[in-house]
């Protein structure tokens, strides 16, 4: 997948230019970014783009030395699931 970056957001678009999947996370201090939203396009639903979403945020976040608060429900579960990222979570 062709994932687009921008300050604080992930994106997928597809042949038409029309946005199909994004994370947003807005930075809320210098080197903590809050996990704000998540969204897949029914279209896609079922084949783990979600997920491949977090893991580009993760690397993104792990490359920039930046932490994350999570607000997103999506997002909350899935790094309940993924043990293996939580480093880089934010702990207040």
Known sequence: MNFQHEDNRIFLLNEDGKEIAEVTFPS????VVNINHTFVDP???GQGV????MMELVK???AQNKKALISCPYA???FDRHEEYKDVVYRA
Do not use: M, P
């Open 28 to 31: 809320i201090k210098d080197d």
């Open 43 to 45: 279209s896609l639903r």
């Open 50 to 53: 979600a997920s491949k979403l």
């Open 60 to 62: 993104k976040l792990r």
């Open 76 to 78: 909350v579960q899935w």
